[in-house]
């Protein structure tokens, strides 16, 4: 009988884009009230949720064949894992996010020696006690199970080690980054034993390659339009393509169709270049994977 690959989602704040990453990516994950099991439909797929936290301590003991987790919970558990694939997405923003050290405004501490005797408040305990151990900064860290923002602001802390993706909620608590521990993304992972089976790390590999080229498909469009002749190299000029564009001659005529994949950000720069240069009907167009 064909196994089954055991897949942890992560649960929590990460669960929907991840939902949504997968959807693109060809996998439709349903998840039906309190269940922890999702449905999934690909019957070579078991699906999980799991707390991120505790994702690569799951997959480490083979409860879980694979997971998506951040890179920061594999270093804060120093779980033994393979890290098949990073995948730069959030529910913010497509880039890595910061574990950042902060302290109040009108704090004197202005970098991390002078944190010495101070109270730390986070819930990445572990990797930032070894963070000021290889320092030689005896700091005391305290675990927080939320709302790490407010443990300074009520003088619970001296200073906080806390995750951000543009740094507002921490500004909005009146407080300033004075130190960048570490940037950390969503991995999937896997088990060292899982890969070793042929039809499992088959599965894992078709996995990160989807997911990858969903997301460069969320950062890239298609453009088309027509040109003609006497246009065609001021136009091509213009075109920051992958590979070269597609040229086709069209039907008894003197004009050309053109078809090129490009960054999403460039476009709204691009299009009024491209109708100045002698462009006609432009059409931009979504890409759902790119690989």
């Not at 949720?49 to 804060?76: F, H, N, P």
Request: net charge negative; glycine share 6%.
């Amino acid at each position: 009988m064909k196994q089954r690959l055991k897949l942890g989602i992560p649960k929590g704040s990460l669960q929907s884009a991840t939902i949504a990453l997968f959807k693109r990516s060809g996998w439709k994950i349903n998840v039906n009230g309190r269940s922890y099991f999702p449905e999934i439909n690909d019957d070579s797929i078991e699906c999980a949720i799991c707390r991120a936290q505790e994702m690569s301590r799951y997959v480490e003991k083979g409860t879980l064949d694979a997971g998506l987790t951040g890179k920061d919970w594999i270093a804060e558990n120093g779980s033994d894992v393979r890290v098949v694939e990073d995948l730069i997405y959030s529910k913010v923003s497509a880039r890595p996010a910061r574990w950042v050290l902060a302290v109040p405004y009108d704090s004197g501490i202005e970098k991390i020696e002078d944190l010495e005797g101070c109270k730390i408040a986070t819930e990445l305990l572990k990797f930032t006690e070894r963070f000021f151990a290889e320092r030689n900064i005896n700091v005391t860290v305290e675990f927080s199970w939320g709302a790490t923002e407010a443990k300074v602001v009520s003088g619970l802390a001296d200073a906080i080690v806390e995750v951000t993706e543009t740094g507002s909620t921490i500004k909005a608590h009146g407080l300033r980054i004075i130190h960048e521990l570490m940037l950390t993304n969503t991995q999937l992972i896997v088990n060292h034993d899982a890969w070793k089976d042929a039809e499992k790390r088959t599965k894992v590999e078709q996995i990160a390659l989807l997911l990858k080229g969903a997301l460069l498909g969320e950062k890239l469009v298609g453009l088309k339009m027509n040109v003609p002749e006497k246009q065609i190299e001021a136009v091509v000029a213009l075109l920051p393509s992958l590979n070269a564009p597609t040229v086709a001659h069209l039907y008894n005529s003197n004009w050309f169709s053109i078809e090129i994949v490009v960054d999403s950000g460039v476009v709204r720069d691009l299009i009024p270049q491209l109708l100045k240069a002698g462009a006609e009907g432009i059409i931009e167009y979504p890409l759902n994977k790119v690989v």
